[in-house]
């Protein structure tokens, strides 16, 4: 069990109504770290009992919370984004025991999603009307902008911190009230953040938080209470299917950030550094586990062996192990699990007629404990490996080569998914074509980091319906009211 007094943050229990909680059952569910399989904490688990009564208090809190000015919204919802990163290195460290990531990932991830409340609190005071010119000079019309009411949330693993920031920030900002279930491979960022929502003085019942192991009853109270307007959910494709569904009865309104399958595009004009750089960052962060992640590598047949040699020569820079460690690169894997769905995907690579171009070997001293897969390499992917249609989730690069940028964009576009896609080229007329043609909601070009406060998150296809961060993130949470006046 962690040490609990290096970490005043860490709770263990729901935050239902501002009162921490013991589930009714007082059932706990093991928190362990993915690094070394130790136990970090016992977290309540909660049912649907307590989903029920955290709904009840959020639909009493919020009301009063929208009748609080936008100013006042905005001025606690920055204090709480001061509160956050003051305690960025906690946090961090709470994120990197029960998530695996690497220290400086999870720094960086506590300063990624506060900056969606600072975000949020300034878009608090501009959630504008509008007056429209009316077609009669007897009536006038006006449309106003209200919250949606009590909102469910449900986030992933992969970014407990940032994914419950960026669903929050935007639902309080509007005047909503929230009920959240984070992942229960990682409850302990999310309650953490409760915890410095209630100093920031956000009124008590305004956020409530459910731990809880059984995902599809907590799941199934948020989607069938009629109190709950709407469903913003962040996870995979088949999930997300299924609370569409749940949702119908009531028809809710819902955000879906699901699962993605991002091509990462190399054409023969490109900078091969610059393009390296990014693959760096595109798919070993989080050590693969990122929605955005690059997952299938086209590269021109001009440069594919120059750029397989510099890719792999920043390879053998990752750094693999604890992420409490200095100088870790990369982290363990969530689970043993996703150990093995890695496995299987690369054996079928490689049956498909896929060459191993690099593969690290793990250290000795991790080997065997946690659930580290190494950094990898395969070169000569078919295009119809599983390797190419599925999320790796894994530090797995697989290169396919390709010809011209017709066939190269089909290839992009045959897919399901249209989350991101990154291209590296010096063209302005490829650029162009590529803005245009490709099915996706993000587009990088010659960058592997697209993912900020300022800009509207989000995919088409089966990779989601609306938008996170930007001006655009507020929409989710408002319902639009128009007025007739008539005189
Ligand atoms: P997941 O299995 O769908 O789980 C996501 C969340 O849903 C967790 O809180 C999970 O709880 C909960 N859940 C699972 N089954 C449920 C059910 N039947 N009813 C209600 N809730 C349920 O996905 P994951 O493996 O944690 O996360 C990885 C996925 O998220 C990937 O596909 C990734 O691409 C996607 N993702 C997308 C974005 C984006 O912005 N597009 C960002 C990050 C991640 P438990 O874990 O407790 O079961």
């Known amino acids: 069990m962690a040490n609990l007094s290096n970490f005043p ?7 239902i109504n501002g009162n921490w909680c013991d589930a009714d059952s007082a059932a706990t569910f093991p928190v362990t770290n993915p690094a070394n399989g130790d136990l970090i904490a016992s977290v309540a688990d909660v049912g649907v009992a307590e989903t029920r009564r955290a709904i ?4 009493q809190a919020q009301p009063l919370w929208a009748q609080k000015t936008a100013k006042e919204r905005s001025n606690i919802l920055r204090r709480w ?15 990197t025991i029960e998530q695996g990531k690497p220290l400086a990932e999870a720094i960086g991830e506590i300063a990624y999603g506060a900056a969606y409340i600072e975000w949020f609190a300034e878009e608090a005071k501009r959630v504008y009307g509008d007056v429209i010119p ?35 920030a935007p639902a309080l900002a509007a005047g909503c009230a929230v009920v959240a279930k984070p992942a229960s491979e990682t409850p302990l960022s999310a309650l953490a953040l409760a915890a410095l929502a209630q100093e920031a003085g956000i009124p008590a019942g305004v956020i409530n938080i459910l731990p809880g192991k059984d995902s599809a009853a907590i799941g199934g109270e948020l989607t069938s209470n009629p109190i709950v307007r709407k469903l913003s959910f962040t996870g995979s494709t088949a999930v997300g299917k299924q609370l569409i569904q749940q949702c119908a009865n009531d028809v809710k309104r819902i955000t879906l950030e699901l699962g993605g399958n991002a091509p990462f595009v190399v054409f023969d004009d490109a900078d091969l550094d610059t393009a ?38 920043a390879m053998k820079q990752l750094s693999v192990g604890n992420g409490v460690d200095s100088g870790i690169t990369i982290g363990p894997l969530i689970s043993k699990n996703a150990v093995e769905k890695v496995q299987a995907l690369v054996a079928d690579a490689l049956e498909g007629g ?53 066939e190269v964009i089909g290839l992009i576009n045959n897919s399901e998914f249209g989350l991101a896609s990154y291209c590296y080229t010096a063209s302005a007329k490829r650029i162009k074509l590529l803005s245009e043609a490709i099915e996706s909601g993000m587009l990088g070009i010659n960058t592997g980091l697209i ?37």
């Open 9 to 15: 943050l860490l709770r263990t229990r729901a935050f």
């Open 56 to 59: 009840a208090v959020a639909a």
């Open 81 to 95: 984004f001061d509160l956050v990163l003051q305690h960025q290195d906690e946090l961090a460290q709470i994120l």
């Open 134 to 168: 009316s077609a009669s000079p007897d009536q006038r019309i006006i449309v106003i902008k209200q919250p949606v009411g009590v909102v469910a949330a449900i986030t992933p693993w992969n970014f407990p911190c940032a994914m419950l920031a960026r669903k929050l």
């Open 276 to 313: 390296v750089t990014g693959a760096i960052a595109s798919k070993f962060r989080n050590a693969g586990q990122t929605c955005v992640c690059a997952n299938r590598f086209y590269i021109h047949r001009s440069i594919y062996k120059q750029f397989s040699e510099k890719l792999i020569a």
């Open 354 to 406: 896929a060459r191993i171009g690099y593969q690290a070997e793990l250290n000795k001293a991790i080997n065997g404990q946690g659930h580290f897969y190494p950094p990898t390499l395969l070169l000569d992917v078919p295009r119809n490996a599983k390797l190419n249609q599925q999320e790796i989730f894994g530090p797995v690069a697989g290169l396919v080569v390709f010809d011209t940028d017709e």
């Open 451 to 487: 993912s900020n406060e300022m800009a509207p998150f989000g995919g088409i296809k089966q990779s989601g319906w609306g938008r996170e961060g930007s001006h655009y993130g507020i929409d989710d949470y408002v319902n639009i009211k128009y007025i007739c006046e008539g005189f």
